[in-house]
């Protein structure tokens, strides 16, 4: 159980993978949809990539969930008016005592 600031609701985006010429992709066009309550997005990192053509940026955040979450590597992450992707599995964390046992991972969006 998260704290009582933890209240952003989130939505969570789940692709069905497809394989087209020997290529695993996601169809984010059948996409499903379900919301997660309890939630606590914070600040991390943003980082900024220059090449002769472009800038690039990426910016990650921790996000922070209820246990038990069903919440997996692939998946896009709404938050607000932005979608992230979930970048590696989702981790539980169990506290000792039980209050403040959560799930855990890190979503990232890119830009330019």
Request: charged fraction near 25%; include cysteine.
């Amino acid at each position: 159980m998260l704290s009582s600031f933890c209240n952003t609701t989130i939505t969570v985006l789940r692709a069905p993978t497809v394989t087209a010429r020997g290529h695993e992709s996601r169809d984010w066009t059948r996409a499903e949809a379900h919301e997660i309550e309890g939630c606590s997005v914070q600040r991390d990192a943003s980082r900024r990539a220059m090449t002769d053509r472009a800038t690039h940026a990426e910016t990650t955040r921790p996000l922070y969930a209820p246990p038990g979450s069903d919440i997996k590597n692939g998946d896009r992450i709404i938050v607000g008016s932005v979608t992230y992707e979930v970048m590696g599995d989702p981790t539980e964390w169990e506290s000792p005592t039980g209050a403040l046992d959560h799930l855990q991972c890190d979503i990232a969006v890119w830009s330019g």
